[in-house]
């Protein structure tokens, strides 16, 4: 945020007021890179949305769900590159750059020497980031990010942004590192697995003629149950009866979910994220994240943390496909990896992102990116908004009915939407709706919102 000086009279001391940042203060990289995000996050968003998919981000439950059909090749296409490009990626580089968010207010208040306000205006901007967190995930859509990053930046970031851009690399990949072993028991992945193996050893003895006992029994019936909760399906042409609830209901639903399963998470999630937001404050730092690093250096990076996990999500996904997309499989290929390879192939797309901010091509294509990274929150929820009518409260009710590449397809016309709507918006006012709102929440003032043209 800027910092405005304000001149008082002779006797009276001067104060600095903040003010939301100007335009011409803001990082053109910064913003691009945000809008890259907020559209790469829904490539992976909108198997959620649109489907009852057993895992995120594979293809079970679907219209098409064996992938056996006249887009198949397609298919396949879009989902190694999704594996391989953006999932868990976009997520990893839109908490980078939140992290980055504080520095470049912490930088503004130090340049203009208003850091006395900083913090309070720091604690305000989190506490209400948290609550547009809760009502997204209460009244819109549970699977929310807000709320997470709102209690990152309360509880992690601030004491570490004097940290030096090293040690703020280190505890990020640290931070990975540990999350790493612990999301697969998180998840119940490492669980799952050894069910699995346990189930498949009381098998053999059945085959052998041997009686099991009343404990290898009971393993056999929690592996039943779990193969059932992971049944491929097609779901009903109505989208199911929870889909058909009303409004009110189906709030109430996501409400107490919210409440149980979402915050009895939300302690891992923020230290899984914080780790992702100190690295991408240590590459801030470092002046990889605003173009100042050298051509040879994001093209090593690019070709490093490509080459590192690019054959890992492709060896993984070609055994899930083969296994018929296994839910087993998917655990043991996609799923235990998952934390280990999302910082070097994160650091491999957003090296290749720079090399592309940084040649300056399709210059309108990066303005277009730009407004939608300038209005990243209302974009966010205008997101949720848009896919919760298209796949559930419309009439329409297009979850379950789509195939996997109908899916995408709604995709694309979103993306248009925040794209058209970022850039439409922006001639006219300085900030998103949302982020106006945020602005003069936090700064307990309403902002000028509409851009005044100077007069002839």
């Known amino acids: 945020?800027?910092?405005i000086s304000t001149n008082e009279p002779a006797g009276i001391k001067s104060f600095a007021v903040f003010q939301p940042v100007a335009e011409?203060?803001?990082?053109?990289?910064i913003d691009i890179l945000r809008g890259c995000a907020l559209l790469g996050i829904l490539i992976s968003n909108i198997d959620i949305f649109s489907g009852p998919e057993t895992f995120f981000e594979v293809p079970q439950g679907l219209p098409d769900t064996s992938f056996i059909n006249s887009h198949l090749h397609l298919n396949l296409f879009i989902l190694f590159v999704k594996w391989i490009v953006t999932e868990g990626k976009m997520r990893a580089?839109?908490?980078?750059?939140?992290?980055?968010?504080?520095l470049l207010m912490t930088e503004r208040a130090e340049r203009s020497g208003g850091s006395a306000q900083f913090p309070d205006i720091y604690l305000?901007?989190?506490?209400?980031?948290?609550?547009?967190?809760f009502l997204h995930g209460a009244f819109i859509w549970d699977i929310d990010i807000l709320l997470t990053y709102g209690l990152a930046g309360l509880l992690v970031l601030y004491p570490c942004r004097r940290l030096k851009a090293s040690t703020l690399l280190i505890a990020g990949t640290a931070i990975t590192l540990i999350s790493s072993p612990l999301l697969p028991v998180f998840l119940g992945t490492v669980g799952d697995i050894d069910l699995?193996?346990?189930?498949?050893?009381?098998?053999?003895?059945?085959q052998k003629g041997m009686k099991p006992t009343d404990e290898q029994r009971a393993v056999l019936q929690q592996w039943r149950n779990l193969q059932a909760a992971h049944a491929t399906v097609l779901p009903p042409l109505d989208g199911g009866p929870a889909q058909s609830a009303s409004y009110p209901t189906m709030v109430q639903a996501q409400l107490r979910n919210y409440l149980t399963e979402s915050f009895g998470s939300e302690m891992f999630i923020v230290m899984e994220s914080a780790g992702t937001m100190l690295f991408g404050m240590g590459l801030y730092k470092i002046g990889f994240l605003t173009a100042e690093r050298?051509?040879?250096?994001?093209?090593?990076?690019?070709?490093?943390?490509?080459l590192l996990s690019?054959?890992?999500y492709v060896l993984g996904m070609w055994k899930v496909y083969k296994s018929g997309f296994d839910f087993i499989a998917a655990e043991h290929w996609l799923y235990l990896p998952y934390e280990t390879l999302k910082l070097p192939a994160a650091l491999g797309v957003i090296s290749t992102l720079m090399l592309f901010i940084k040649s300056g091509i399709v210059r309108p294509a990066q303005n277009a990116l730009a407004a939608v990274g300038r209005t990243a929150l209302s974009n966010y929820i205008l997101t949720s908004l848009l896919c919760q009518y298209i796949f559930l409260w419309s009439r329409w009710h297009y979850f379950g009915k789509l195939t996997y590449i109908q899916h995408h397809l709604v995709m694309v016309c979103v993306w248009a939407i925040n794209i058209l709507a970022s850039v439409l918006w922006l001639r006219h006012f300085r900030f998103g709706p949302l982020e106006w709102l945020w602005r003069s929440l936090t700064y307990w003032k309403m902002q000028p919102l509409r851009i005044r043209t100077a007069s002839i």
Request: aromatic share 12%; charged share 15%; glycine share 8%.
């Open 1 to 3: 945020m800027s910092i």
């Open 24 to 29: 011409r203060d803001r990082v053109s990289s």
């Open 93 to 102: 580089l839109f908490s980078m750059l939140f992290g980055v968010g504080l």
């Open 124 to 133: 305000r901007r989190n506490m209400w980031l948290c609550a547009f967190g």
């Open 196 to 206: 699995a193996q346990r189930a498949q050893s009381v098998e053999a003895i059945q």
């Open 294 to 306: 050298s051509w040879g250096t994001y093209t090593k990076c690019a070709a490093c943390g490509l």
């Open 310 to 312: 690019a054959p890992f």
